[in-house]
């Protein structure tokens, strides 16, 4: 029997949500929120096969791509076949595979004259010292401190930290919109994606494993952040921080606030990638990374390719 697709919902999360401590991944795509988040971007649908790996097939303007299986280290070259068979047999394509993490790269150890591997070098993840975040000590973010400092002494008494659950959606909801407004009409096209995710996961918040937390000033909520973790490698993935940008200091006080209340105990904190952008870039080089997730372009030759060494 053929590999069968289905479209990703919130009902899969617990069939699919084993399969992704299986094996050592550091990036953000480790961890199923940031799968949910991005399902209708990209179409996202999966397939499990023989009950040993989880298959992905994905279509942006017109193109199929694949991710990497998330499976058990020893079954991954089999996984790894099972897709681009699919690919091959099924859509008449040779396989191409993006965000391919560097440990399944690394196990594969795929021959250079039937595939092209490249680093994605925009998609790579920062990965931060979780102490670091929630002290902020050191000489390096001082200025990370200061702002943070200065937030808190301008509205102490006026503002609260507060876990978010399901009944906040309409107060999130409502300072999305008024976030959106302000970033006005000419921004990427991922945010409003971002957006339809942010809505999806509200709707169905109490089936999916996440964290949601925000800063309310004067009853108001005007920054918040949701995240997940992987026990696997003690890290907590921040897939959503949002705060009024006209308030110094609240994102700072946002991103620590979240990791100190809702990830006491990680090690690592993964906060995606910057996607090329320069000044998504330049923020999170400021609280200075201690590595990065990097990830891959997979993509089979076809004949002439292979032919040419290309």
Request: hydrophobic letters at 35%; charged letters at 30%; glycine letters at 6%.
């Amino acid at each position: 029997m053929g590999l069968i697709f289905k479209e990703l919902t919130a009902d899969d999360a617990e069939i699919m949500i084993p399969f992704y401590t299986m094996r050592s991944n550091r990036t953000c795509d480790s961890v199923f929120l940031e799968s949910f988040i991005w399902k209708d971007m990209y179409h996202v649908r999966y397939a499990v096969w023989e009950g040993r790996a989880l298959l992905w097939l994905m279509e942006e303007r017109g193109e199929y791509f694949s991710a990497m299986p998330l499976c058990r280290e020893e079954d991954l070259k089999d996984a790894f076949s099972a897709i681009e068979n699919y690919f091959n047999e099924v859509l008449g394509k040779p396989l191409v595979i993006h965000l391919a993490d560097e440990e399944a790269v690394r196990c594969l150890c795929l021959p250079e004259e039937e595939y092209l591997v490249e680093e994605q070098e925009d998609a790579r993840d920062y990965l931060y010292c979780a102490k670091s975040l929630r002290t902020l000590s050191g000489r390096k973010l001082h200025k990370k401190k200061n702002r943070l400092n200065s937030f808190l002494r301008q509205y102490e008494g006026r503002y609260v930290y507060r876990r978010l659950d399901c009944s906040d959606k309409e107060r999130v909801w409502k300072f999305l919109d008024l976030w959106r407004e302000k970033k006005g009409e000419d921004v990427e096209r991922h945010l409003d994606y971002e957006v339809t995710g942010i809505h999806s996961i509200l709707h169905n918040c109490f089936r999916l494993p996440i964290r949601m937390g925000g800063i309310f000033i004067d009853g108001t909520l005007r920054a918040f952040s949701i995240g997940s973790e992987n026990p696997l490698e003690r890290m907590a993935v921040i897939h959503i921080e949002k705060a009024d940008p006209d308030i110094p200091g609240l994102y700072q006080a946002m991103n620590q606030q979240f990791l100190i209340h809702e990830f006491p105990d990680v090690e690592l904190v993964n906060r995606e990638d910057d996607m090329g952008i320069m000044g998504l870039r330049k923020a999170k080089l400021s609280y200075q990374p201690a590595d990065f997730s990097r990830k891959y372009l997979v993509r089979q030759k076809e004949t002439g390719d292979k032919n040419n060494g290309t």
